[in-house]
């Protein structure tokens, strides 16, 4: 079986990677107060690499995502990113006074803005909506936009904040694919924030669980994709990764 | 039958946007012209019958005669061209100054510091009581009136466009962030548009405050102007001609208000696009 077992979800080991990672850090340290929430976190992203990050609510997942993203400045410790960082958030923060193609090409400082930006909203599948005002998108059309907004600035470094969480099921599934095909075109290296342990299984390279401040357990998934989620590399895989979260898993007391 | 209508349309169409629609009912909008006319009538009558003494009250037929006349005989257009000269050059004025005080204090921690103690001090002035000093310091030409009107102007147009400033969501400030803005295009692109819904409730408030201000300076040595033509009334006991001037100002301040309504649905259309869904 291609996806690694329960016992073997190791501690952090450098990642094979071609060349320069895309992103890395080192001994990274964030502290609220007396509170310490990621305590010299190490973090090597590959580039192209699709990883997925869980972690209980509080455990720092979005701090961690927040550091890379540059939205922190006080964060201590190393961290490199090689090429530029997009985010999508959780919401999906397209600026309701722009029309969805403004909102692509704002602060986007490139020969053809306009063109990218429609090739990219034709990417997700918004082409007819370039002209639409924010607040009429449904949330699934939002949440593409905003891709399409963190893909045109061809970014080596995706950063993913539970995108997906506030979506119904349905567009769930048909955004998971979308953001598949996405990666395959562009293949920028990926760090998605999940607190949904199937959506990480069904889309990254490498699942880590953070946990204690640091990258506590990781687990390369290899099976191919497309993937289902019954999958028996997957169901075990499923079972260590709820455990390393402090939930048992079903049927055990 | 309705009823029935209604159950099935329910269960065909369990859409939670199906909202039930609040049309005006025909034959209902005339019936709200009824009590304003009987009022106007009554007070006719009473005037007619020497109930209402015209040194109170004139007649609305001859407010309405005496209307034609003043509009006729260049006295009404040259009062309402002296006044709306005065309004818009102190609107003008204390535009200027209110937004950009806003911009200042709301733009920066350093500039609120300086700008904002000052104008709460200032707000808490009652501005119609400055006038003796107004006079003593600009004497009673156009200087003290339009200084009044620009003073009462700024500080609507100042606060809520601080507020609005200052009420720009975060997120998007962040999100500017990762697109790598610069200062200038965060301002741009982000903080005014966002502080503009409640810089239009300011510019609103002051438009009104502005007549209210002109009316109150006009009462003060005017010799020209509707709140001239309205003293110069009272001294010869005309209460239509104080009528026709007082109707003037209403109409004019609810033209204002009409102006800034159409600028907001021009400049909000992102908005409302989304509360006629």
Excluded: C
């Excluded at chain 2, 020497?50 to 009250?57: A, I, V």
């Excluded at chain 2, 407010?63 to 609107?91: C, E, H, K, N, Y």
């Excluded at chain 2, 006038?131 to 609507?156: D, H, Q, R, T, Y």
């Amino acid at each position: 079986m291609a996806a690694r077992l329960p016992g073997e979800v190791t501690a952090v080991a450098p990642h094979p990677s071609d060349g320069a990672p895309a992103a890395s850090v080192r001994r990274l340290t964030r502290r609220f107060g007396d509170r310490t929430v990621l305590d010299q976190l190490d973090l090597e992203i590959g580039r192209g690499e699709f990883v997925a990050l869980l972690g209980r609510s509080g455990s720092g997942k979005s701090t961690l995502l927040r550091a890379l993203a540059g939205l922190d400045d006080d964060v201590e410790g190393g961290l490199t990113v090689d090429g530029s960082v997009a985010v999508a958030f959780q919401e999906p923060r397209l600026v309701p006074w722009k029309r969805v193609r403004a909102n692509l090409t704002l602060g986007l400082a490139v020969p053809d803005a306009d063109k990218k930006a429609d090739a990219a909203l034709a990417e997700v599948g918004l082409a007819e909506r370039a002209g639409a005002w924010p607040l009429t998108l449904s949330g699934g059309e939002a949440q593409r936009a905003s891709l399409a907004r963190a893909l045109v600035r061809e970014p080596g470094l995706l950063l993913l904040d539970e995108p997906f969480s506030a979506l119904d099921a349905l567009t769930r599934i048909t955004i998971h694919r979308l953001v598949l095909d996405l990666w395959a075109a562009h293949r920028p290296a990926v760090l998605l924030v999940t607190h949904d342990v199937d959506e990480a299984l069904l889309l990254a390279d490498r699942v880590l669980v953070l946990d204690g401040g640091r990258i506590a357990h990781e687990a390369a998934i290899t099976t191919p994709r497309p993937r289902h989620r019954d999958h028996p590399g997957l169901v075990s895989l499923r079972s260590a990764l709820l455990a390393a979260l402090g939930v048992s898993p079903e049927g055990t007391p | 039958m309705s009823v029935l209508e209604l159950g099935t349309a329910v269960r065909a169409d369990p859409r939670p946007d199906a909202r039930p629609q609040h049309r005006r009912l025909p034959g209902r909008s005339w019936q709200r012209w009824i009590s304003p006319l009987a009022l106007v009538a009554a007070w006719q009558i009473a005037s007619s019958t020497g109930l209402l003494p015209t040194r109170l009250l004139a007649a609305p037929s001859t407010i309405a005669a005496t209307a034609v006349d003043l509009a006729g005989d260049g006295t009404l257009p040259t009062a309402i061209a002296v006044s709306l000269q005065r309004v818009l050059a102190g609107f003008a004025a204390g535009a200027v100054a209110g937004l950009g005080l806003a911009l200042v204090a709301g733009l920066g921690r350093a500039g609120e510091n300086a700008v904002d103690p000052i104008m709460q001090m200032l707000r808490a002035l009652p501005f119609f009581g400055l006038i003796p000093l107004f006079i003593l310091w600009f004497g009673i030409g156009e200087a003290p009136k339009v200084l009044l009107v620009a003073l009462a102007v700024s500080f609507p147009l100042y606060l809520n466009t601080f507020a609005g400033i200052r009420g720009v969501d975060g997120k998007l400030a962040e999100l500017a962030r990762t697109l790598k803005l610069t200062r200038a295009q965060l301002i741009r692109h982000i903080v005014l548009p966002g502080a503009l819904p409640q810089m239009l409730v300011g510019l609103r408030q002051s438009l009104g405050v502005a007549w209210l201000a002109l009316i109150v300076a006009e009462q003060v040595n005017a010799s020209a102007g509707l709140g001239y033509m309205i003293n110069d009334a009272r001294e010869f006991l005309r209460t239509d001609v104080i009528v026709v001037g007082l109707l003037v100002y209403s109409a004019l301040g609810l033209l204002t208000d009409a102006v800034v309504r159409l600028l907001e649905r021009r400049a909000l259309t992102w908005r409302r696009d989304f509360l006629a869904r």
